[in-house]
């Protein structure tokens, strides 16, 4: 099977998944947490390079400050427990997004998460943590406008590459196939100039329900799909055929 590079997932439904149990809106998150364990491991198992989840958006900030809080503790609990797990499997820990928004506690147990495993070789864990696309752009160009004004850019010379080399995820290829759960078909403020030529996959499962087997269904329709990046299905199968060659 032919896997993406880099999957990037919006988690979403675990509110709904205990709504429709009658539960607290938390244990839909606790849920969610334990498929989040699960979804990891078999990511790394299949040999994806990059896996990146949507985790806390910039907007949940304004939820009640009950389940904001709760979520931070299910935060620092997950951190907590699973840094052994990535160590184990070789996982490095990335984060991007606002994480000066973060309570201190968490942060300092984020940082230290993130150093502990620097120097993992396996796949890349990139949780989305207070993050919006909107706001992650409005900080890279504030960033580009302050070396313009410095003088150390000229504003001809702004590229699409000097912008990317200023957002939250510099240093990752961008996303080849994007999954959404709970069957909303909208991609929330989530990596809009990266999610350019990504594939999208929306599911109505809600993530507290989603498994290993639907990932794997999910990567079989990834396997179906023609990705031509605005060219011809010709000039892509000819692009191919040379990066095949290159190979040899």
């Known amino acids: 099977m032919y896997l993406p590079r880099h999957l990037a997932i919006i988690m979403d439904g675990n509110g709904r998944w205990a709504r429709q149990r009658g539960l607290p809106r938390i244990l839909g998150h606790q849920q969610g947490v334990e498929v ?3 979804i990891v491991e078999e990511c790394s198992k299949l040999g ?10 910039f907007e949940n900030w304004g939820r009640p400050e009950e389940e904001v809080e709760a979520l931070m503790e299910l935060l620092a609990t997950y951190l907590r427990n699973e840094v052994p ?11 991007i997004g606002d ?25 890349v864990l990139t949780l989305a943590l207070s993050y919006g696309a909107r706001d992650e752009i409005t900080r890279a160009m504030r960033k580009l406008a302050s070396a313009a004004a410095r003088g150390e850019v000229e ?30 078909m909208r991609i929330s403020n989530f990596l809009l100039w990266q999610l350019a030529y990504t594939e999208l996959y ?15 269904q999910a990567l079989h329709e990834y396997n179906r799909r023609e990705r031509r990046f605005g060219l011809t299905a010709e000039q ?6 040379q990066e095949e ?3 040899h």
């Open 36 to 38: 989040v364990r699960g």
């Open 48 to 57: 994806i390079s990059w896996l990146t989840l949507y985790a806390f958006s």
């Open 85 to 95: 797990t990535m160590l184990k499997h070789g996982i490095r820990l990335n984060v």
């Open 99 to 123: 994480t000066g928004r973060l309570p201190g506690a968490v942060a300092t147990m984020l940082d230290e998460s993130v150093e502990r495993t620097r120097s993992q070789t396996g796949m």
């Open 155 to 184: 504003p001809e010379d702004i590229s699409e590459q000097r912008i990317a080399a200023q957002l939250d995820t510099v240093g990752l290829p961008d996303p080849d196939f994007l999954i959404r759960t709970s069957g909303e």
């Open 202 to 216: 929306f599911t109505e499962t809600l993530w507290p329900d989603f498994s290993p087997d639907q990932l794997r």
């Open 236 to 241: 892509r199968s000819k692009e191919g055929n």
């Open 245 to 247: 060659g290159g190979r």
